[in-house]
């Protein structure tokens, strides 16, 4: 098992400024990890694959699993703060959520590669909530999203900490709070 205190996740269900308020840590000086699936659809849009979401479900939930393991493997060596959109246990959640029975790589993976037990949750936000080409999720879906998230963070065993609605300033003033009070780095 590695564990690694110095990765922090963000995530919640899709739409709700888990990116905007990643690019705001990110102006501060903090590295940013980004989520795997977006790539993913773009890459499998751009060469008419089928691995996603709306398509091959299994293939796109093994791609998003490999991606995540590579990009946790790729920083492994780092010792700053790193803030992550999504961790390998959305997979897990996804896979959940779409009743896909487990592969064994996949709760294997969530086990052996472990964050900072510490997760921040962004709750569904209707006012913000939009669709694009690679989000198609209805709110309602959106909404499920995050009720399936934070059930199958807290199965394994991650502490929830629910970031408020708010300007994405506050809610990076927020994150950043939390854990100076719960991490010893100097610089947060």
Not at 2 to 26: A, D, R, S
Not at 137 to 160: N, R
């Amino acid at each position: 098992m590695m564990y690694k205190p110095n990765f922090i996740i963000i995530t919640g269900g899709p739409g709700v400024g888990k990116t905007t308020l990643l690019e705001q840590l990110q102006q501060r000086g903090f590295p940013c990890i980004p989520e795997v699936a977006r790539e993913i659809i773009r890459e499998q849009s751009a060469q008419n694959g089928n691995a996603l979401p709306w398509g091959n479900i299994p293939a796109y939930t093994r791609l998003m699993l490999s991606r995540s393991v590579d990009s946790y493997r790729e920083n492994a060596s780092r010792n700053e703060i790193l803030f992550f959109d999504r961790g390998i246990p959305d997979t897990l959640a996804y896979a959940h959520l779409t009743n896909q029975p487990l592969f064994p790589e996949l709760p294997r993976a969530c086990a052996d590669y472990r964050y900072n037990t510490r997760v921040f949750i962004l709750p569904p936000w209707a006012e913000i909530y939009h669709t694009d080409p690679e989000r198609k999720q209805t709110y309602q879906e959106a909404i499920d999203t995050y009720h399936t998230m934070a059930a199958t963070y807290q199965s394994i065993g991650y502490d929830l900490t629910l970031v408020p609605k708010a300007t994405p300033a506050e809610r990076a003033d927020f994150v950043l709070r939390q854990i100076s009070q719960s991490l010893d780095y100097k610089h947060v």
